[in-house]
């Protein structure tokens, strides 16, 4: 029941249609009690930056979720990004802190470690291969990093896309072994699909998953469907998978946790949400 | 049920706790099915014009609803006002157009008016006494004026006042007689008190009651409590009257139509508002 003490977090994106956050958060929040809404804004590109601080000198805001087109925009706009942000370039959530300033952070990376650990997989010293260096993969790959692997594999069809990635994780972890340019993933302990390839039928496969080792695990970012071929081919491998929709809803508790909500559980966050994947 | 398809109507005021509005509309929403939520937003006076245009730049905004502080400096922030708001002065809703202009409103008198027809008695021809000059008055004030009563009697201690908004009555509606500066009800019609008189307890009465005739109609904007000692007296004198919530409820029907929803009448509204006066 929205009311004059009722908390904003907006929903910052354009367009706003395909928005999927309101019906996980406001369900959950109206379950435990939380006085809070997320609220979709549809701004566009050019919009963007002229209604950024306004907005958030508004007296009920605590923070934004931010999507599309705006989630590289909003690294120069804000006063502090986190390193996960930083090494993305890219961020999709904004605290307002109690001195007024903003701070910028990128859970899409962290999502995808949550599931990993809560499969029992922990990413301390692993090998992991990240396919595909743009903003989610950027993401992922800075998370893996901030969750101590012993090394890292990094490749898009763009060398150069890749090849930066590994410049800026060099900056924050320098200690990291970074290698840049192929995508077998033999050898590897973690593989990541953080391409589009699964979305239409007959796109390719992101890897050779003849070469998937059986105690792989495996995880994709495609969200279309929830077993795309590629996590259909590395399950007869006999590899442990971890589907999109896990990424997305394993950082809803970080998003939580952030704005200073109290936190729960991906599980938990599935029952209540009004909407089916 | 707020999702990526949901038309926002900004409630702008500071500070927002004591909002009223999110717990009529949003229910009345929720009651038709119709997709659209009133969300406060606390907007400090000093930050209004630099957040006013990026607001409607949103995809997904249709209008807002305006409250203190912000009822005169939205004159000054619009593309045009009404009638009704540039004789009040003030305005309290905002409507984007389709063009991307945006119209100013003030339903304060409109609400009178309609609770007034409701009850059956026509303004048209009446005399009308308005005590207090300030927004509502001048709101009420106009609002009679265009409903077409023949007489109109303004009153306020700060003399100023009523003088001022006789002025900007004749300019929009030169036919009307317009008496300034006594505050004797006797001959009027209708008698509005548009003063906080009545709101705490001491207050003396606005007018001398003892000089209301009995048919004349007793109007009150005093929210506090629905039959304050202005109403019971005059109550007491055989008046008819109009608490001040039927003029809160009675202008929604008038903003539901400003904004293109379907409209209702007050009653309905008082129904299903979960909140209670």
Redesign the interface.
Same mark, same amino acid.
């Given at each position: 029941?929205?009311?004059? =003490?009722?908390t +904003?977090i907006a929903?910052l994106g354009?367009?706003?249609?395909?928005? =999927?956050a309101?019906?996980i958060y406001?369900p959950w929040f109206e379950e435990c009690g939380i006085d809070a &809404? &997320?609220?979709?804004?549809?701004?566009?590109a050019e919009?963007y930056a002229?209604?950024l601080r306004? +907005?958030f000198? +508004?007296?009920?805001?605590r923070g934004a979720l931010v999507t599309m087109p705006h989630k590289v925009a909003t690294i120069g706009l804000v006063d502090e990004v986190s390193t996960a942000a930083a090494i993305a370039g890219s961020a999709n959530a904004i605290l307002l802190r109690e001195d007024g300033s903003l701070l910028a952070d990128m859970f899409d990376g962290e999502g995808f470690v949550r599931g990993m650990r809560r499969k029992g997989r922990d990413p301390r010293g692993a090998r992991a291969l990240v396919v595909g260096a743009g903003g989610v993969g950027s993401a992922i790959a800075a998370s893996l990093a901030g969750a101590g692997v012993g090394a890292l594999g990094l490749f898009d069809i763009d060398g150069h896309s890749a090849a930066a990635l590994a410049d800026r994780l060099a900056r924050h972890y320098p200690a990291l072994e970074v290698a840049v340019g192929q995508r077998d993933p033999a050898g590897y302990d973690v593989v990541v699909n953080a391409t589009p390839l699964g979305m239409k039928p007959g796109d390719p496969l992101p890897v050779d998953v003849a070469r998937l080792g059986p105690d792989c695990f495996v995880g994709e970012v495609v969200l279309t469907q929830e077993i795309t071929p590629f996590l259909a081919a590395a399950r007869e491998r006999g590899c442990a998978v971890q589907v999109g929709t896990d990424m997305l809803f394993e950082q809803i508790p970080a998003y939580l946790e952030f704005f200073g909500f109290p936190s729960t559980t991906a599980e938990k966050l599935r029952q209540v949400a009004?909407i089916r994947y």
């Open positions: 029941m929205i009311s004059g =003490r009722t +904003l929903h354009y367009p706003t249609e395909s928005f =999927r309101p019906m406001n &809404v &997320v609220m979709p804004m549809g701004v566009k919009d002229a209604f306004p +907005l000198r +508004l007296s009920n805001i009004r």
